[in-house]
């Protein structure tokens, strides 16, 4: 499997980086300060492909794979790889990179280590953007019929091992191309290129693994740290920008949702549907580069501990 598609990120380089748990792959390039991007289910750094180099003309852009997904490969599955874990494994990476604060910008399952990673690391995270997600305990608790129906992976894959392992290796492709499908409205929406990175990917017995214990760490550890941070009355200390798409139907305002776990929340509805780095990259762009560039201090923080 390759590790990159080199003619969708221009003038970028391979990433590789061993940290104590993790062989991350992905890409990186560009000039400036430091920015992670973090992907999500069910498909690997490519999704950046339309953003990351727009971006990289400002900022030091750094796109891997989660562990596990994609080319990022684990040395030990246990304890489960929360995304307390992942967080954990992505500040190494940055460190070894040189980087002790970023921003991040994370997408669906990536939002969820990027909003972990604030959490556990506040002296790291400069500026954290959530695009199409809400934090792992207030999507459990508003779980309706329309949710379970349409997102019913979220409790298939974390159902405990190796009963969805076993049922996914019957035929892996047919099942991603289908939750491609339902995110995208078409898999037709999604460039020959990009799809045939993910359904590589997901061919894979290691990556389908990986993705199960994520969703498990979802049902269990993610949500029992979230529910910890609630009690204590933990916020996001950085400035936060969240995109969700218009045909959101919650019952709660995105912003008043995320206005919960953190004191500087602003974003609004764009176009499309939950592809927002794929499908509405346009509209992405416009919300995200402004929130990235804005320099001033959030609310609370001293001068010396402006975001860098």
């Known amino acids: 499997m390759a590790d990159a598609i080199p003619e969708l990120f221009p ?76 967080a954990q494994a992505l500040v190494e990476m940055m460190e070894q990179l040189g980087h002790s604060r970023f921003a991040v910008v994370g997408h669906d399952r990536g939002a969820r280590a990027g909003y972990r990673m604030a959490l556990d690391h506040p002296q790291r995270v400069t500026r954290y953007a959530s695009l199409t997600v809400m934090p792992t305990l207030d999507v459990w608790e508003a779980m309706d019929k329309p949710f379970a129906l349409a997102n019913f992976h ?73 529910a910890a941070d609630r009690a204590a009355g933990r916020q996001l200390p950085c400035p936060v920008l969240v995109l969700w798409p218009k045909t959101y139907a919650g019952a709660h305002s995105p912003l008043a949702i995320w206005g919960k776990w953190a004191r500087d929340v602003r974003g609004e509805a764009i176009k499309g549907g939950h592809l927002q780095p794929e499908e509405s990259p346009d509209e992405v762009m416009k919300a995200l580069l402004p929130f990235l560039l804005d320099r001033s201090s959030p609310p609370g923080l001293s001068g010396e501990e402006r975001p860098a």
Request: charge should be neutral; glycine fraction near 6%; hydrophobic fraction near 40%.
């Open 11 to 86: 003038g970028f380089a391979p990433l590789q980086v061993n940290t104590s748990d993790v062989a991350f792959k992905g890409v990186i390039g560009g000039a400036g300060p430091p920015l992670l991007l973090l992907h999500g289910y069910p498909q690997t750094h490519v999704t950046w492909r339309y953003i990351a180099p727009r971006l990289a003309r400002y900022f030091t852009v750094i796109a891997p794979d989660l562990p596990g997904y994609g080319a990022s490969r684990t040395v030990a599955d246990q304890p489960r790889w929360s995304k307390r874990r992942v």
């Open 154 to 226: 979220w409790f298939f894959l974390a159902q405990p091992f190796d009963l969805p392992e076993r049922l996914l290796a019957v035929d892996p492709e047919a099942f991603i191309k289908n939750a491609l499908s339902k995110m995208a409205g078409d898999l037709a929406n999604i460039d020959p290129q990009a799809l045939d990175a993910y359904v590589t990917a997901f061919r894979q017995p290691s990556v389908r693994h990986a993705m199960c214990e994520d969703y498990r760490a979802a049902a269990n550890e993610d949500t029992e740290h979230d």
